[in-house]
């Protein structure tokens, strides 16, 4: 599962601290990427990485997020983008 993944998250995932906690997730595991808010409410992003098992830490992770939050579905598909190094917050 290495390579890098776009997720979109919904359910009650903004106003959480959802995008905070993701990224020190994320540089915590070494992962690259960046995260964001969407209109609809969603959260979406990309990760990145070699090490399939950080990875898929992360997509377990992403399937309850912090404390507050209410994860209603994880949408997870390869991607082609390059996820660059680190990982953001994007406006």
């Given amino acids: 599962m290495g390579g890098s993944y776009r997720f979109v998250v919904r359910g009650r995932v903004q106003g959480v601290g959802f995008r905070a906690a993701a990224q020190g997730k994320a540089l915590f595991l070494g992962l690259n990427g ?35 939050a209410r994860v209603a579905h994880l949408d997870w598909q390869p991607a082609a983008e390059d996820p660059g190094e680190g990982f953001r917050i994007r406006d």
């Fill in 34 to 68: 960046w995260i964001r808010n969407r209109d609809d409410g969603a959260v979406e992003g990309v990760v990145g990485s070699e090490d399939a098992q950080l990875v898929e830490r992360f997509r377990d992770w992403l399937t309850h997020g912090p404390p507050g």
